[in-house]
């Protein structure tokens, strides 16, 4: 199984600033890599896909970046709306055994 | 535009069978190019993918839960089913459907979950 590992864990950041988070993989998955984005009480969100596309209709301010095993999810500028929890999803075995990393929050700081 | 619609029992006794169904709208289950995913969330923790299958009818499930789970498509409903057994409370969590359409194995489109919680 691949697993995979974000980090921080939580991440207090101020609107406006901007906002790295990290994922990195226990073995290559190559740029077979999704970031989500879940805030309380919802489902999940796919915001990119292939490590750095992003998904229909996910703001610019969003970007990702990384291959391998290691990977960074960007937003630019964080609006009110952004704070939430992130997951990463690597998709790079067949047949599939899909992994999803442990979630880094960001707050408000 | 897909929607997802999870309904079953909220409620499972230990060593039972929990048994899901997610209705789809919007779209037909039997179109090529689709996956539909189970995927949960156990209360305060992260996601666990279940498994998914095809239009075809082939099924994909997370190696550490696949003597338990079954994935099943009804066409004629235009849903697909989850049944996982021998349930214990470490299953608790809520089960989220979902659809991948940009990739097998991505998750577009998703359900809003439900909660199911096993106890005796």
């Known amino acids: 199984e691949i697993v995979m590992t974000q980090s921080p864990a939580t991440l207090s950041v101020s609107p406006g600033e901007r906002a790295t988070l990290s994922c990195r993989a226990s073995?290559?998955?190559?740029?077979?890599l999704a970031w989500y984005q879940q805030k309380p009480g919802q489902a999940p969100r796919l915001l990119i896909y292939g490590a750095s596309t992003r998904a229909t209709g996910i703001p610019a301010r969003f970007s990702g970046s990384g291959s391998g095993t290691e990977f960074t999810l960007t937003i630019s500028s964080l609006q009110s709306e952004d704070f939430a929890v992130y997951y990463c999803q690597q998709y790079n075995n067949w047949p599939p055994a899909l992994t999803f990393g442990g979630g880094t929050k960001v707050e408000i700081k | 535009q897909l929607q997802l619609q999870e309904s079953g029992s909220g409620l499972v006794k230990p060593s039972q069978t929990l048994s899901l169904t997610c209705a789809v709208s919007?779209?037909?289950?039997?179109?090529?190019?689709?996956?539909w995913s189970w995927i949960r969330q156990p209360p305060g923790k992260g996601l666990e993918w279940i498994g998914y299958i095809y239009h075809s009818g082939s099924t994909y499930y997370n190696p550490s839960l696949k003597s338990r789970v079954t994935i099943s498509v009804d066409r004629s409903k235009n849903q697909f089913s989850l049944k996982l057994s021998s349930v214990t409370a470490a299953d608790t969590a809520v089960y989220y459907c979902?659809?991948?359409?940009?990739?097998?194995?991505?998750?577009?489109?998703w359900g809003q979950g439900t909660l199911v919680t096993v106890s005796s």
């Open positions: 919007g779209g037909s289950i039997s179109s090529g190019g689709y996956s």
């Open positions: 979902a659809s991948g359409v940009t990739r097998f194995s991505l998750f577009d489109y």
């Open positions: 073995q290559s998955v190559s740029s077979n």
